[in-house]
C-alpha cells in the first residue's frame, strides 16, 4: 500500500460500475472506489456517461485505508481519459446508403475535373 500515496495520480482499469460509483483495478492486489460525488463537479445522473468497463483511466488517490486495504480515488477536476473516447456505433438512417450512392458518381466526375483541370 506504501506504493500508492494521497495526492498521486495513477493509472487503473474500470471493473465495475454501481449507481455509488466505479470501481477501479490499479494493480494485481489493490482497487480502488471512485464515489459518484468523485466524478464531476457537477450532477452525476449516469456514472457510466463517464466511463466503461474496461476502460482505462487515470485516479487521483484522495484517501487510504490501510487496514481494509481501500484507496479512494477521484476523477474530479483531473484528465482522467487516457487517448481518445471510444466511437460509438454509427446510427442507421432510413435512407441506408441510398444518398452516397446517387451522389457518389456525381462526386466522382467533379473530382476528376477537378484534377484534369490542375494539370
Known sequence: MSKYKVGDIVI????????????VNLDEYY????????VS??????????V???????????????DNKHIKLS???IDYQIGTKRLKKIKE??????TLKEKLP?????KIKEIEENQ
Open 12 to 23: 487503473g482499469c474500470v471493473t465495475g460500475i454501481e449507481k455509488y460509483g466505479i470501481f
Open 31 to 38: 482497487t480502488g472506489l471512485i464515489h459518484i460525488s468523485e
Open 41 to 50: 463537479n457537477l450532477y452525476v445522473r449516469e456514472i457510466s456517461d463517464y
Open 52 to 66: 466503461e468497463i474496461g476502460q482505462t483511466i487515470r485516479c487521483k488517490v484522495i484517501e487510504k485505508d490501510e
Open 75 to 77: 476523477i474530479k477536476d
Open 93 to 98: 438512417t432510413k435512407n441506408q446508403f441510398k
Open 106 to 110: 456525381k462526386w466522382e466526375k467533379e
